[in-house]
């Protein structure tokens, strides 16, 4: 199984939600399937597929939760260091414009507030680099050099 690399706030949200879709919402959805049965013939009732259907979202993402949480590793917050890391902040130059970019989990990534996935084109290109180090990013917009400036 892959690693799958997460905060540990994060990891916290992702095991209450895990245990209120154990401990509630499959309750509820019991429920629901229990009282459509009750209307009668399956075949034509849309409340009992409904409640089909929204079991089977329920167990899916129980699914997904539990594996996430036994492959979570925690993100430390980097110390700085040589080379690029998980829990990074690198900032970078390309051409005129600087960027600083945190490299975290594909769970945690949000490019809009500088946070990019370890899995991303960039992400995975910065990765292991060290500050003064040009990086050419393959993106589907094309190809772009980037100068690592600083790491964190």
Same mark, same amino acid.
């Given at each position: 199984?892959?690693?799958?690399? +997460? =905060? &540990?706030?994060?990891? !916290?949200?992702? #095991?209450?939600?895990?245990?209120?879709?154990?401990? #509630?919402?499959?309750?509820?959805?019991?429920? $629901?399937?229990?009282?459509?049965?009750?209307?009668? /013939?399956?075949?034509?009732?849309?409340?009992? %597929?409904?409640? $089909?259907?929204?079991? %089977?979202? +329920?167990?899916?993402?129980?699914?997904?939760?539990?594996?996430? @949480?036994?492959?979570? @590793?925690?993100?430390? #917050?980097?110390?700085?260091? /040589?080379? @690029?890391?998980?829990?990074?902040?690198?900032?970078?130059? #390309?051409? !005129?414009? *600087?960027? *600083?970019? *945190?490299?975290?989990? %594909?769970?945690?990534? &949000?490019?809009?507030?500088?946070?990019?996935? /370890?899995?991303?084109?960039?992400? $995975?290109?910065?990765?292991?680099? &060290?500050?003064?180090?040009? +990086?050419?990013? %393959? =993106?589907?917009?094309?190809?772009? *050099?980037?100068?690592? @400036?600083?790491?964190?």
């Amino acid at each position: 199984m892959n690693k799958q690399y +997460v =905060t &540990k706030e994060r990891l !916290e949200e992702f #095991k209450l939600e895990l245990e209120d879709l154990k401990n #509630k919402k499959r309750l509820e959805v019991a429920q $629901r399937l229990k009282q459509a049965k009750e209307y009668g /013939d399956l075949s034509e009732n849309s409340e009992y %597929a409904e409640a $089909r259907e929204e079991q %089977a979202n +329920v167990e899916t993402r129980i699914g997904e939760l539990e594996d996430l @949480v036994k492959t979570a @590793v925690i993100i430390e #917050k980097s110390e700085g260091g /040589d080379t @690029v890391q998980i829990g990074s902040t690198v900032t970078v130059k #390309k051409g !005129e414009k *600087t960027s *600083t970019y *945190t490299i975290v989990g %594909a769970y945690e990534a &949000k490019p809009e507030e500088g946070r990019i996935s /370890d899995e991303s084109p960039l992400g $995975r290109a910065f990765l292991k680099k &060290k500050a003064g180090e040009s +990086v050419n990013v %393959a =993106t589907p917009a094309g190809s772009s *050099t980037y100068q690592i @400036v600083e790491i964190k």
